[in-house]
């Protein structure tokens, strides 16, 4: 089956700094999304990506498909601290379901 | 605004005891999902259902477990009997997919705020 590997698992930073996690994926994929999931929480949409080097952005993010349609990268800039909480990657290739993968846990320190 | 309901949000059982859980989705979405997550799995999908009918539910161990969509406004997903194992926060998602999708497609995924399940 598809495998997604997400990096880094967890990342600690200042309030201010900007950050940037990625998923790369042993299959080609048509589809990437981007959650974010808070305490206690159902994991959130932040962004979709539907097309090879693609670039979108939403507020301070901004998530990239790329070319090779096997990887993806979310960077957030000047993190606040309600950044704080998972990050996941999900993709899919045309046939098989989404996949997630194992989430970036992100802290902010004020 | 729009969210997918899920209740309950949290439930304490003790092994051997049936559990239901239920998800209202968001009204018009032709989509349901059924996730399980754990701090060691991750996010893992149980069922899905499109239109109110099965799609793929191998991800769920059948012994035990069930996945229903009695009418559009509402899913259930039954463990009977629970084990300790099935300690996890479930999550119900659904989504909007356009006629003529690919079988396999999901779209964008809108997730509940989950149930929490602890069996003793």
């Known amino acids: 089956g598809q495998q997604l590997n997400q990096s880094p698992q967890s990342m600690f930073i200042q309030e201010g700094e900007d950050v940037s996690m990625n998923c790369t994926s042993s299959?080609?994929?048509?589809?990437w999304l981007w959650y974010k999931q808070d305490p206690g929480e159902g994991p959130v949409l932040l962004i979709a990506?539907?097309?090879?080097?693609e670039l979108t952005s939403n507020g301070r993010l901004t998530a990239q498909f790329g070319i090779t349609r096997k990887d993806s990268f979310l960077n957030i800039s000047a993190s606040i601290p309600s950044d704080v909480g998972i990050y996941f990657c999900?993709?899919?290739?045309?046939?098989?379901?989404?996949?997630f993968g194992e989430g970036t846990q992100l802290t902010v320190n004020p | 605004d729009a969210r997918v309901t899920q209740t309950p949000r949290h439930k304490v059982t003790e092994m051997g005891q049936e559990v239901t859980m239920r998800c209202q989705p968001i009204?018009?979405?032709?989509?349901v999902f059924w996730y399980r997550q754990t701090m060691m799995q991750g996010l893992e999908l149980l069922a899905y259902?499109?239109?109110?009918?099965?799609?793929?539910d191998s991800g769920m161990p059948k012994d035990r477990f069930s996945a229903e969509m009695p009418d559009a406004t509402l899913a259930t997903l039954k463990i009977q009997p629970s084990e300790p194992r099935d300690s996890a926060v479930y999550f119900c998602?659904?989504?909007?997919?356009?006629?003529?999708?690919?079988?396999?497609?999901?779209?964008?995924?809108?997730f509940g705020e989950g149930s929490r399940l602890t069996v003793l």
């Open positions: 299959s080609i994929f048509n589809t």
């Open positions: 259902f499109r239109n109110r009918a099965p799609l793929d």
């Open positions: 990506l539907y097309k090879a080097g």
């Open positions: 998602a659904s989504g909007l997919l356009p006629k003529g999708s690919d079988p396999t497609d999901t779209g964008e995924l809108f």
């Open positions: 009204l018009g979405h032709n989509t």
């Open positions: 999900a993709g899919k290739t045309s046939g098989s379901r989404l996949t």
